[in-house]
């Protein structure tokens, strides 16, 4: 792994996002991406394997890190899916925050390529998993570390959702704990509350 | 696609998943899963295009169909992850209570194959979206469909999970309660709650 210098990866991701976006995932060469972003070849692959990486490679790292480094340096007394959350914070300020076009972009690829879609869901079961196993040396039960990092995950999808297509500039910190909230209400809803309506 | 005939399929299901457990997935061939069921290679043909399938043809098929009637027949007045959770008690009662064995071992046979996981996690997404796409019909909003669905899907994968380690011989619907209760007090933990341990 090179170390991580956020400029030429940066540039060569918005480059790529852009190219593919104009004429098709396939169809894009690596030297159109390096002309694009006035970067050479040489440190195309410095960042990347190849052009999948774009979408898949040093962000998604750089993500599983600092979540799982957060969610071991997190307050003890935070309950676990808030830990999780805690953790998709921290990353959405030191990645995602100042990326918002490139993250829309790259959803809008993955949409258009269905072959694309494994590795994001791979790559996301990895996340998950990793999420669980901080949880786990934080001395928290099999179990629950499942469910909550699982939870989490659909908090972080919700989030990213509705922070790419939402028309304010509201950090995506906000959504994620706006996404809890709704997770919240809708996991406490009760038939009983709903099936009778005007007692209590 | 062939009628549904659950004695073949399932006959078919069983020898295939002990022949994988003894032997190896890669290593079993249709011709050892035909013989050992009794069964001929016709047959085989006919509920399964290929080896893959017999771990996610006809019974996710048809989990699909009966999670996504169950969802659109329900009754009114339950909230929206209840509702996911009532179409997935309906697929455990028709299709998984009896199979229990089997879902175990096809669960080890994932777990020792990684190049199996990517179609899981496809079939596991396309599932969520039928769910998602089931609560729209009652007219639930996208965002809560999403939510639920996700939700739900995490409480399905708890249950199953519990249920299949589990030595009590409880049926998997009382799993499903169960891994939504605990959804539900996962989710509602705060840090006020544990935070300020002794007050209120």
Redesign the interface.
């Known amino acids: 792994m090179p170390r991580w210098e956020p400029d030429a990866v940066g540039r060569l991701q918005a480059a790529a996002l852009e190219l593919f976006a104009e004429q098709g995932f396939e169809r894009t060469t690596i030297a159109e991406i390096t002309q694009r972003a006035g970067l050479t070849k040489r440190s195309f692959f410095n960042h990347f394997a190849d052009k999948r990486e774009v979408l898949f490679g040093p962000v998604s790292e750089s993500q599983r890190e600092i979540v799982t480094r957060e969610i071991t340096a997190c307050p003890d007394?935070?309950?676990?899916?808030?830990t999780v959350v805690y953790g998709l914070q921290a990353a959405a300020d030191a990645i995602f925050e100042t990326r918002r076009t490139a993250v829309t972009r790259r959803r809008e690829i993955l949409d258009a390529n269905p072959d694309l879609?494994?590795r994001e869901?791979?790559k996301r079961?990895a996340l998950t998993e990793a999420i669980a196993g901080a949880l786990r040396t934080r001395g928290i039960d099999s179990?629950?570390a499942?469910?909550?990092a699982?939870?989490g995950m659909?908090v972080q999808?919700?989030a990213m959702?509705?922070w790419t297509q939402s028309p304010e500039n509201r950090p995506l910190r906000a959504f994620l704990s706006d996404?809890l909230l709704?997770?919240?209400t809708?996991?406490?809803?009760?038939?009983t509350?709903?099936?009778v309506p005007s007692e209590t």
Request: net charge neutral.
């Open positions: 007394d935070l309950p676990p899916l808030e879609q494994e869901l791979r079961a179990d629950t499942f469910l909550s699982h939870a659909v999808q919700t959702q509705r996404a709704s997770l919240r809708i996991a406490a809803q009760t038939t509350q709903r099936g």
